[in-house]
């Protein structure tokens, strides 16, 4: 097994509270599976989309956001999968692709290679 | 924890009206905009982290959070509601008037204050309808018009123009006042009732949709039953009628999916509780001298729950409260409901001639039930091709599927009968 984070980009969550709690049950739903089919290694966080950014030698200080909306992160996972291929398949079933959304998969480095 | 159906619906309108009570009512698309913020924040934690233990009060806490940053940040550029006066001004005062705001009496009040809004006086009936919907029970406009089988435009139009209306009138409408609220009272009866009835008659093709218009048609009226000078007899009445018809729900559509007449309904599947629950309503409406047409309709609803089938149901007492009704609020729909109930008491022929009587009947040109009632009519007389013509006329009527499968169905009825007529 290797381990690969999913960062999720964007996503417009819908206006109408119908729109966002359903979007919310897809979400636990698609989490639940993931767990019990035994792909999660951490669940993760949500991260504010608010934020600084400190940069380079001089050390400025900006405020964020960093991106385009549809480009920020909005939070991660770690995965379990058995290569690339299948934890790209896994995130094929994030809510957030219904939503403009998008899923970042990235591989972990493995110390021992 | 999963949350419950329609929670951030239902949240949304008692949000929204704290914070409107806060903001004031100019401010409604900035309470909108804080309770939008406060969702998408419980969209991002709780997938994570799950539905914490209370999640109504979460909700609340964060979006009484954002309320206080925004008093905070805005308090020189915006006004915000009068009625708060100097209270926003300072730090020593902002926070405990704010947390005063979202105690569970003032947010009871604030969907109070903001129901009697909702129903301006300057606004159509429909609109006052449609406003409630969207601000206090937190229908978008697309299911706003999915509710009530109309354009997304039409319904966008209908909503924006009734919140100038309403932000024109400077404050929320102010419940405690006695005479003021007796005077719009009947205003907001009506609108409860036109929104219980779009959920148990309306054209909407998901039942589930139109169940839960009844639900918040209920939901609002038992705020109103909560506030004693809101409590009249006639707030009763509308409550004991909304019971009576909820109760037969379950009923109204059989296992697989098709329109029950009450007729045909099995009544074990009545919810006896609700019953229950309408009769005390209507033993408290029975205070006071006045008549109104809930209490009539809750009491003809009131005769079916009480009898076992059609059989022993008291046509002559429901015959003569639609007389009742017809001499406090007349319509062709209330004459029409009287003949079918005079036709269940004296034969088919008499219903066929009640139904010619009846005045303005043009108006009832487009109601597939009308052309229904007379094809059942003649049908039960024997003359099954004349009632195939009235089947066929209320099917290029109908409003949804299962009305559709319905009028079908006593056509097909038409075929298989006796070829007479």
């Known amino acids: 097994m290797s381990e690969f984070v999913f960062l999720y980009r964007g996503g417009e969550s819908g206006r109408s509270p119908e729109r966002i709690q359903q979007s919310m049950q897809k979400w636990m739903a698609w989490f639940k599976e993931l767990g019990q089919n035994g792909h999660v290694k951490d669940q993760g966080q949500p991260l504010e989309r608010t ?56 591989p972990v480095m493995k110390l021992n290679m | 924890m999963e ?87 300072s730090e020593w005062t902002l926070a ?30 429909e609109a006052q309808v449609a406003l409630m919907l969207h601000i206090l029970c937190g229908f978008s406009v697309d299911e706003v018009a999915g509710a009530f089988v109309s354009s997304h ?18 404050r929320l409408f102010d419940v405690s006042g006695q005479g003021d609220l007796s005077v719009r009272l009947p205003a907001v009866q009506r609108a409860l009732y036109l929104l219980f009835n779009e959920g148990y008659h309306g054209a909407s093709p998901e039942s589930a949709v139109r169940a839960e218009l009844c ?81 009539v309709e809750a009491a003809i609803a009131w005769v079916h729950t009480a009898a076992h089938g059609v059989e022993d149901t008291n046509w002559g007492m429901i015959v003569s409260l639609y007389d009742q009704l017809m001499a406090i609020h007349p319509s062709p729909v209330v004459a029409l409901n009287r003949a079918i109930a005079t036709a269940q008491r004296e034969g088919p022929q008499r219903g066929l001639e009640e139904i010619r009587k009846i005045a303005h009947s043009d108006r ?34 109908v409003r949804n599927p299962m009305e559709r499968r319905f009028i079908e169905q006593r056509i097909g009825a038409c075929k298989v009968g006796s070829p007479v007529g």
């Open chain 1, 51 to 106: 934020g600084k950014l400190v940069k380079g030698k001089q050390k400025t200080v900006t405020d964020g956001p960093f991106a385009e909306a549809k480009d920020i992160v909005g939070g991660y996972t770690l995965i379990e999968a058995r290569d690339l291929a299948q934890a790209v398949e896994l995130s094929k079933g994030c809510p957030i692709l219904d939503v403009d959304g998008a899923v970042e998969v990235r």
């Open chain 2, 215 to 295: 639900r918040e048609a209920m939901r609002l009226t038992a705020l109103l039953l909560d506030h004693s000078p809101a409590a009249t007899p006639a707030t009763r009445a509308l409550s004991a009628l909304m019971c009576f018809h909820a109760a037969r729900l379950p009923a109204r559509v059989d296992a697989a999916g098709d329109l029950r007449p009450l007729f045909e309904q099995d009544r074990s599947r009545w919810d006896v509780r609700v019953i229950a629950e309408g009769q005390r309503q209507l033993d408290l409406s029975a205070t006071g001298p006045e008549l109104t047409e809930y209490h």
């Open chain 2, 3 to 89: 949350p419950t159906d329609h929670l951030f619906r239902r949240e949304s309108g008692r949000m929204v009206a704290t914070l409107t009570r806060i903001f004031g009512i100019h401010n409604l698309a900035l309470a909108e905009d804080v309770v939008q913020d406060a969702f998408c924040r419980a969209l991002e934690v709780w997938k994570f982290h799950g539905v914490p233990e209370n999640p109504s009060a979460w909700l609340m806490a964060t979006a009484k959070n954002r309320a206080l940053d925004v008093l905070r940040r805005e308090r020189t550029a915006r006004t915000f509601a009068p009625e708060l006066g100097r209270m926003l001004d």
């Open chain 2, 153 to 170: 435009a039409a319904i966008e139009k209908r909503i924006s123009r009734a919140k100038k209306v309403m932000a024109g009138s400077k």
């Open chain 2, 96 to 125: 405990p008037a704010v947390e005063e705001l979202f105690g569970a009496p003032a947010i009871h009040d604030g969907q109070l204050r903001m129901m009697f809004s909702c129903c301006h006086p300057r606004l159509p009936e």
């Open chain 2, 364 to 397: 009832l040109a487009s109601y597939p039930f009308y052309h229904a009632a007379l094809g059942e009519f003649e049908f039960r007389s024997g003359r099954h091709e004349v009632a195939r013509q009235h089947f066929l006329t209320a099917l290029t009527f």
